[in-house]
């Protein structure tokens, strides 16, 4: 008998069948004897539409209240789940994240986990119920909901998991495992039966939705068995997401093709080039709570020089208009953006002992005719940004110029 916390996401939800779907595939492993936490998204489009009714009333949203909107799409499919497990003769108790103490910090619409109360749903485990928790959500300490960022039900599931010391967190999706890159772009992409966390970190972070980032981090950090399976399919192991990189006898070189079209490029031009203005720059930008991804100095001409560096597109506005009151502070000559840009990149452990990979990138990319904005690299990554027109072009000429293709 083992604990098994079962993430459905959004699509798994999307309509009352699906959810009695859920509830018979949850029944077939409880009647197999094993302890079960249901952890569902909410219905797929919903949250969206939340977020949207918001934006009708305030074109930029109090973050306490527009949590307090985007939690209540879970609260229904918790609901529903539970329901249709009795249908199923199944005992089965819902539950919203503020419920079972999912403790959160204030940081609203991006909140971080900090604890779980556990007691709750161990006695209800124990009396036979399984335990349907809200994904997404948590309350402050002082009893403000809030939410843990887009994606974030895999982060609750994940969390939990961590807190009950679970055997292992099977996270139910629309693909079977996880791909060497969205098969919607690159037809020929290919499931991997195992990925290293490292590699889903960048995999992840890099927006290959699969699962939120922060998910991958913490089963990380806590040893959280990680698996992402198919909800619309009875068979197949998916993907486990491993730290056993040397287990594999032919490590490829390149695991994947990563993108994120929600990609923003701001630049500084003509700053003072001086110490210190890095941080000028993007210290309200942090104050601000806004993620930088990628950042580049120029080389300084005439004792000026330029300073660009990326933000999600979301973030994009706000990030304009700090960087306004920053320009005219240090006389700098003035801000130009770009939210058109997407971001590619290339994925694998294998490129540690392997040189040539970013040459081989930007060849194949200038093959296209697709021009590099910015490049960054890390020790398995390496990652371009570049026009967004050309994103889709850029993932499907690097997944055929690494061998990832099928039958490659
Ligand atoms: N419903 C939330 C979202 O759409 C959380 C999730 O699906 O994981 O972002
Ligand atoms: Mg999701």
Known sequence: MALIV??????SVASTDRIKNVAKRVA???TQGHD?????????????RLIALAREISPSPDPRELDVIASTGEQVTIGLLAMAMHEEGLKAKSY???QVRVLTDSTFTKARILQIDDERIRKDLAEGNVVVVAGFQGADEDGNITTLGRGGSDTSAVALAAALEADECQIYTDVDGVYTTDPRVVPEARKLDTITFEEMLEM??????????RSVEFAGKYKVKLRVLSSFQDEGEGTLITVEEDKKMEQPIISGIAFNRD????????????????????GPVADANIDVDMIIQNVGHDG???????????????????????????????VIGDNKTCKVSAVGVGMRSHPGIASKMFGALGAEGINIQMISTSEIKISVVIEEKYLELAVRVLHKAFGLDKGD
């Open 96 to 98: 919203t994240g503020p």
């Open 6 to 11: 079962q993430k459905f996401g959004g699509t």
């Open 304 to 334: 000026t020089t330029d300073f660009s560096f990326t933000v999600n597109r979301a973030e994009y506005a706000k990030a304009l208009e700090l960087l306004k009151e920053v320009v005219s502070k240090m006389g700098a000559r003035g």
């Open 36 to 48: 079960i936490i249901v952890v569902p998204s909410a219905m797929s489009g919903e949250t969206n």
């Open 263 to 282: 990609e923003a490029k701001l630049t500084v031009l003509g700053v003072p080039d001086r110490p210190g203005i890095a941080y000028q720059i993007l």
């Open 204 to 213: 992840a972070s890099l927006g290959s939705k699969v699962l939120q980032i």
């Open 28 to 30: 077939r492993w409880k």
